[in-house]
């Protein structure tokens, strides 16, 4: 981002969303390890005039659970700020009255309204085929879009996209995505800030749900080098810390 373009972007500003795997944390099976900076970098966003919010495709833990892990980080974050594709889902299944046959992680079940004897697992992928397959008219439901990995402390591990897309292929269903990039779900967030999409800067780490589903909604995007960033292409500053410094320091000097 040229530094005439960057300033003139800063002056409108009077939000900042923060994708929060690769860009807050890395995760690792010890709950995962704060970013060198991330900590530092929310108290200052949430020092100034901007307001913050948290957007996120996890889906392996209730939000209660996610934002007690990152406030043991020494993360300043609360329930209310953060968004996630399982609330957003149960809202979408409760308006179309369907009931589901849930395919998803142990730990983010008591966000939906009814129990699941299903979880994550090669077994129960084959079970959703075989009620997929069976119905006239399928609908198949992708908390968030997620591409084809993820990072953890010990390396990058297949995300639950793959088999998303293995779904989709065996019975010929597009799925419906719930979570990012798609733009309802980014316009909650702004509604609850009240704000304007061109008001608003997503800071994440994927250059396609983060940086290009903002950019899609018209806010504006910073991908960062830290997470699933690759050393391939940029439209970033440093890191969190750095994208959060200049931001600040441009605000304080108009």
């Not at 997620?146 to 990072?151: G, L």
């Not at 779904?167 to 990039?181: H, N, Q, S, T, W």
Request: charged content about 25%; overall charge negative.
């Amino acid at each position: 981002m040229a530094a005439t373009s960057w300033e003139n972007s800063v002056k409108s500003l009077k939000g900042v969303i923060l994708d929060m795997c690769g860009v807050l944390y890395d995760a690792g099976e010890d709950g995962g390890t704060p970013i060198p900076g991330s900590v530092e970098a929310v108290k200052r966003l949430k020092a100034s005039d901007l307001q913050v919010r948290f957007c996120t495709n996890e889906t392996q833990a209730t939000r209660e659970v996610f934002v007690a892990k990152l406030q043991r980080m020494g993360f300043d974050i609360c329930v209310s700020e953060v968004f996630s594709p399982a609330p957003a889902a149960v809202a979408v299944l409760k308006e179309r009255g369907l009931r589901p046959h849930l395919l998803v992680y142990d730990g983010v079940v008591p966000e939906f309204d009814r129990d699941a004897a299903e979880k994550f697992s090669y077994q129960n992928l084959n079970d959703a085929f075989r009620v997929l397959i069976g119905l006239e008219k399928p609908v198949l439901f992708s908390l968030g879009r997620p591409r084809k990995y993820y990072k953890e402390d010990e390396g990058l591990n297949l995300d639950v996209g793959v088999y998303m897309k293995a779904l989709e292929y065996a019975c010929d269903v597009e799925a419906e995505v719930i979570g990012k990039p798609d733009p309802m779900f980014f316009q909650k967030v702004l509604d609850d800030m009240g704000i304007q999409s061109q008001q608003t800067l997503m800071i994440g780490d994927d250059l396609v749900n983060d940086v290009g589903g903002a950019q899609h909604c018209g806010m504006k995007g910073v991908q960062v080098r830290t997470g699933k960033y690759r050393f391939i292409c940029t439209l970033s500053a440093r890191g969190f810390e750095l994208a959060t410094f200049r931001l600040l320091v441009q605000r304080s000097n108009h």
